[in-house]
T-cell receptor
Framework: GESVGLHLPTLSVQEGDNSIINCAYSNSASDYFIWYKQESGKGPQFIIDIRSNMDKRQGQRVTVLLNKTVKHLSLQIAATQPGDSAVYFCAEMDSSYKLIFGSGTRLLVRP | NAGVTQTPKFQVLKTGQSMTLQCAQDMNHNSMYWYRQDPGMGLRLIYYSASEGTTDKGEVPNGYNVSRLNKREFSLRLESAAPSQTSVYFC????????????FGSGTRLTVV
């Protein structure tokens, strides 16, 4: 069987630094993308979204960048805090309105 | 406001046993979903119900059945559990065609031995 966490990429950053988490999506027809944060023992929580007609969208301390040419998303977290430690997932949605999740990245914030 | 409630939170089954995972939402959402999450991986869609009275297969439906009991409740049944079904199961709900508004439950951790 699978072992816990072995296949999950991990990003370790110093508290106060900026974090960049990357994601590749698969479906060229997807026109909506979401970043989710998942803390241990909890379900995913919405962070920020972006439509395919945009390249960049900013929220509070977070920015999502979309590169449709190479089917790539990134999530930038400014001034990373200990509370940002979690697993982050990108997800894509096409006209069927079903949410398809990508692989996750574990973010560890060092004090 | 409880949001999406899943029961049980933890369950251990023997191979071949059956069980039903329960999910209820109190947000008057039309659409409900069941996902599974294997260690170190993203969530994969098992089944979904776009609206009361309809259900459709997702990415990994084999070995599962669902029932949309009413607008609030969407259950997932394992008729004959297998070790490959060891996973964390998440229920979610949303307004029909509301892309932003997925709300997830806190999950059911299932182990099949």
């Amino acid at each position: 069987g699978e072992s816990v966490g072995l296949h999950l990429p991990t990003l370790s950053v110093q508290e106060g630094d900026n974090s960049i988490i990357n994601c590749a999506y698969s479906n060229s027809a997807s026109d909506y993308f979401i970043w989710y944060k998942q803390e241990s023992g909890k379900g995913p929580q919405f962070i920020i979204d972006i439509r395919s007609n945009m390249d960049k969208r900013q929220g509070q301390r977070v920015t999502v960048l979309l590169n449709k040419t190479v089917k790539h998303l990134s999530l930038q977290i400014a001034a990373t805090q200990p509370g940002d430690s979690a697993v982050y997932f990108c997800a894509e949605m096409d006209s069927s309105y079903k949410l398809i999740f990508g692989s996750g990245t574990r973010l560890l914030v060092r004090p | 406001n409880a949001g999406v409630t899943q029961t049980p939170k933890f369950q251990v089954l023997k191979t071949g046993q059956s069980m039903t995972l329960q999910c209820a939402q109190d947000m008057n959402h039309n659409s409900m979903y069941w996902y599974r999450q294997d260690p170190g991986m993203g969530l994969r869609l098992i089944y979904y119900s776009a609206s009361e009275g309809t259900t459709d297969k997702g990415e990994v439906p084999n070995g599962y059945n669902v029932s949309r009991l009413n607008k609030r409740e969407f259950s997932l049944r394992l008729e004959s559990a297998a070790p490959s079904q060891t996973s964390v199961y998440f229920c979610a709900s949303s307004e029909y065609r509301d892309r932003r508004g997925y709300t997830f439950g806190s999950g059911t951790r299932l182990t099949v031995v």
